[in-house]
């Protein structure tokens, strides 16, 4: 039931804003045109953030500093008995969203929904954000180059997101 409800919202959302433009009258195709044509501007305006993004997470990425973290906190994720599967996920969540995801698909995978792992690693997916991308995408985007203490004030957040997720989750499960 549930996947027909799903195949079924596109193409009524295409057919309420067809019928809502022939009921009011409106050129549904030149408005569908102008609004491509704003995408693209924006788009255009996007793009280097975008690009200084993906070639600044390639190089983080690519350079070993990750594995460097995963192997100075490792001992001590398992000295508070926390599950080291977690560690990936809190580490690329401010970094990048998609990244932190695919972890998380993982991770449920593997350990289950269920699991002390995949609930610590929900908790911390829904309590944290994706600090750098939203500096470089939004900020850029809008032209501002000092950024002042949003990066701080950011991580600081995602940290105590990702305590919190940690805490709570040996609390209650």
């Known amino acids: 039931m549930f996947k027909i409800i799903c195949d079924l919202i596109l193409p009524s959302l295409v057919l309420f804003v067809t019928s809502y433009g022939l009921i009011h ?11 491509a044509k ?9 793009f280097p953030s975008m690009l200084a993004m993906i070639f600044g997470i390639n ?8 594995d460097f973290i995963f192997k100075s906190l490792g001992s001590f994720f398992t000295y508070i008995k926390v599950p080291i599967d977690v560690l ?10 998609s990244s932190s995801l695919a972890i ?3 991770i449920l995978k593997h350990a289950g ?3 002390l792992t995949g ?15 939203v500096l470089t995408l939004y900020f850029g985007s809008v032209g501002i180059k000092k950024i002042r203490y949003a990066l701080k004030v950011g991580l600081i957040a995602d940290f105590i997101g990702i305590v919190s ?3 709570l989750s040996k609390i209650f499960f």
Do not use: C, W
């Open 25 to 35: 009258k409106k050129n549904i195709y030149d408005d569908f045109v102008t609004g």
């Open 104 to 106: 998380l698909n993982n």
């Open 113 to 115: 929904p269920d699991s």
């Open 38 to 46: 704003q995408s693209f501007d924006m788009i255009l305006s996007i």
């Open 88 to 97: 990936p996920m809190a580490i690329m969540r401010p970094i990048s969203g």
């Open 165 to 167: 997720a940690i805490i």
């Open 119 to 133: 609930k610590m690693a929900s908790i911390i997916q829904g309590s944290t954000d994706t600090t750098f991308y």
């Open 59 to 66: 190089i983080l990425l690519e350079s070993g500093f990750i």
